[in-house]
């Protein structure tokens, strides 16, 4: 028995998702048994089906020298705009 | 009651027991999700009933009545539907033999002249085609089993039982066995009775009989 993870797409046009997964023998016991657990209530109009094992998981990431600049959550511009705008004698957009 | 009738029974009466007895399964089917997919299944087989009982007893006409307050002598299910299989090698082959004999049956139903039957054939068939795949699925990987090979050859004369006996030599064909003789076929054919029917039913109409007749639900 294997794991297969199942996505699915609830309307047309919409991206897959991941809906969770089924262990099953092979290919076509996954097929039958996800569109049950996945389909049969008409919340899928789409399935994917992948062999967990075909799946290369990515979990680490290295950053040794605290380069927080790049990370979404890291780094303030705000101060700096703050401080450019004074310099250059200009309110920032909104402000009377 | 017209031949046409009893004919539209008679598969009504099929779909009834047989999803009755499949959802005998649920809660204890061998893997989690072949429970949901079977007991599915099972439901699926009882719609079918219902709306072939609909058709008989015409759009205002107690499909419910029909089903289930009938005497039993006038069931019109064949025997290999009211076994109760306790083993899921017997169990899968029930399924796979009454798959192909019923695919049989609603191809030619399909073609019939009567446009509201034709209909109602193929939107059966349409769901009839995933349970073929739920089947043939299960019937590919179980083939070389002993167990298995068993339990369709035990079960094969209930089988042909199932269909008219123009439809068997095409069923023989699919299955790859040849047709019973008629003395394996006796007490296996339509219109007579296996002894598990009776529970069955008394089971299946306990609720019902419990209440007067014209209870609202």
New interface residues.
């Given amino acids: 028995m294997n794991e297969w993870e199942v996505f699915r797409r609830e309307r047309k046009g919409q991206p897959f998702e991941h809906a969770g997964s089924?262990?099953?023998?092979?290919a076509?016991?996954a097929e039958?048994?996800a569109?049950?657990?996945y389909g049969?209530r008409g919340e899928s109009v789409a399935l994917w089906l992948v062999p967990r094992d075909q799946i290369r998981d990515v979990e680490d990431w290295a950053d040794e020298f605290d380069l927080k600049y790049r990370r979404v959550d890291g780094y303030s511009i705000k101060a700096r705009l703050k401080e450019a705008r004074e310099r250059a004698g200009t309110a920032a957009p909104g402000d009377s | 009651m017209s031949a046409r009738e009893q004919q539209l029974l008679a598969i009504a009466d099929d779909e009834l027991f047989l999803g009755w007895r499949e959802s005998e399964w649920t809660g204890i089917a061998p893997m989690l999700e072949e429970d949901v997919a079977f007991s599915s299944i099972a439901q699926n087989e009882i719609g079918h009933a219902r709306a072939l009982y609909q058709l008989v007893v015409g759009e205002d006409g107690d499909a419910d009545a029909l089903a289930f307050d009938r005497p039993l002598e006038e069931y019109r299910c064949a025997p290999l539907v009211e076994l109760h299989l306790l083993d899921w090698a017997h169990t899968i082959a029930r399924r796979w033999l009454y798959e192909t004999a019923d695919e049989i049956r609603l191809a030619a139903l399909k073609d019939d002249s009567d446009r509201a039957v034709a209909g109602l054939a193929a939107k059966i068939d349409r769901e009839e085609t995933y349970h073929r795949m739920h089947a043939a699925m299960w019937h590919d990987r179980l083939k070389d089993e002993p167990r298995f090979r068993d339990a369709v050859e035990e079960l094969w004369p209930y089988a042909v039982g199932v269909l008219p006996e123009e439809l068997r030599a095409d069923l023989a064909g699919r299955i790859g066995l040849t047709l019973p003789s008629n003395s394996l076929l006796q007490a296996k054919e339509r219109g007579t009775h296996t002894d598990e029917l009776a529970p069955m039913w008394e089971e299946m109409t306990e609720v019902r009989r419990s209440a007067p007749a014209g209870a609202q639900w």
């Fill in positions: 089924v262990v099953a023998p092979d076509d016991f039958a048994w569109r049950e657990q049969r």
